[in-house]
């Protein structure tokens, strides 16, 4: 049995960052027809299935992913990576003709601009794949997917929850502005809930401006016997449970290199302590201390 599963994407980051890359008015300005020489590169795994995976197996964890990776050239060194963190790749899925790829300009501030993509799915790629092996983990983790519907989400979870797991999910800002009665079913079989304060903003219809994340907003959802856990940034991060409010402040950086993949490390973070003590402070205190980690270097792990 697995101490924690991730399901969710897998990609390869191409970071470039140099003097060359301009900018202007908080955009990276280039011409047209012009032709930049970066003066840094790095290449690594990315995408929140495998970030969430390899932060908790960093932390001790047993750790297995779920996804999909492409019949590409790309396809050895996921793998390669993956097996060298800890992670089992026995339940990835291998797809003719997909690629799953993120460029990222950086500049020195460790602002970024993602250029992605990612094979449009011409069939219905779904999770059904997983229900013969019906895999053992204390712990799910469940991020945002894309191109699987809710229904499959749901009906994935719910095959993890009659083994008993601790189901987590998380969930994208187009799935949110769909609102919680959009949502309610896939949130019934969950145990935790990790957003940002502006996705949750949009699943509750309140401006962000107008929510006091100091009191319960466990209730603004109906979760009184679930965790929900929201990050806001620099302001630090919250956890609400049976109507008791916790907060942990964002660690001091001192200088910022990259933004990607801190949602997913503090994820890492949160999960790894709560599996291990249950203890939702310490949890708090964990996934911030990671999530700063991260920003403090290029790449996601």
Known sequence: MYDLISIGNIT??????????????????????????????????????ANVAVGCASFGLN???????????????????????GISCEFLRVEKNYINISAILLNEKGERTVVHYGTPHTDNITLNYLLPHSPKSKMIYMGNIRGITLNERKKSLCLFKKNSSLICIGLGISDCRNGFSYLKDILSCVDILILNTHEFSELVKKKYSNINFN???????????????????????????????????????????????????????FLSSYATDKNIQKALIRGS?????????????
């Open 63 to 85: 750790c297995a992913v779920i996804g999909s990776i492409g019949e590409n050239p790309f396809k050895n060194v996921i793998i390669q990576k993956l097996v060298k963190k």
């Open 289 to 301: 201390e990671y999530a700063s980690s991260i920003l403090s270097k290029i790449g996601a792990q």
């Open 215 to 269: 009191e319960n907003q466990a209730g603004l959802i109906h979760f009184d016997n679930q965790i929900v856990v929201l990050t806001d940034a620099e302001k630090g991060a919250y956890a609400y449970y049976k109507k008791k409010v916790y907060y942990q402040n964002a660690p001091t950086i001192k200088k910022i290199v990259d933004t990607t993949g801190a949602g997913d490390a503090f994820t890492s973070g």
């Open 12 to 49: 390869i980051d191409l970071f470039f960052k140099g003097d060359s890359l301009t900018q202007k008015d908080d955009r990276f300005f280039l011409a047209l027809g012009g032709k930049y020489s970066a003066s840094y590169f790095h290449e690594s795994l990315g995408g929140g299935g």
